[in-house]
């Protein structure tokens, strides 16, 4: 069993930066794969990122791959997402989650945190 807090969430304006932070408990977190997704009001849940158990293997979604990042610090059981260039259209409840294998399909993860969500206003 793993539990996933996120944080890190809130109202900044477009342009601006945010960190998120992912943190876990629960044993062996250092061997799970952890995902970013968000979800837009009346939108599907959509795949941000992921990191591999070690941190050596990063993927991101097209859109965002030149502006966010994907990091882990597994003596802290904690994975960020680092945003920069925030746009409004950014504007989403963001999740962590984590399985044994990388996928960017939000069905394959089996552990989510409850969500932080990030504004972005023009």
């Known amino acids: 069993q793993v539990q996933l807090v996120e944080s890190g969430g809130g109202l900044v304006q477009a342009g601006g930066s945010l960190r998120l932070s992912c943190a876990a408990s629960?044993?062996?977190?250092?061997?799970?794969?952890v995902a970013w997704f968000r979800q837009a009001p009346g939108k599907e849940r959509e795949f941000v990122a992921t990191?591999?158990?070690?941190?050596?293997?990063?993927y991101y979604a097209d859109s965002m791959k030149e502006r966010f990042t994907v990091s882990r610090d597994n003596a802290k059981n904690t994975v960020f997402l680092q945003m920069n260039a925030l746009k409004p259209e950014d504007t989403a409840v963001y999740y962590c989650?984590?399985?044994?294998?990388?996928?960017?399909?939000?069905?394959?993860?089996?552990?989510w945190g409850q969500g932080t969500q990030v504004t972005v206003f023009s």
């Open positions: 990191i591999s158990w070690n941190g050596a293997i990063t």
């Open positions: 629960g044993r062996s977190f250092s061997t799970y794969n």
């Open positions: 989650a984590a399985r044994g294998q990388m996928s960017s399909r939000s069905s394959a993860y089996q552990y």
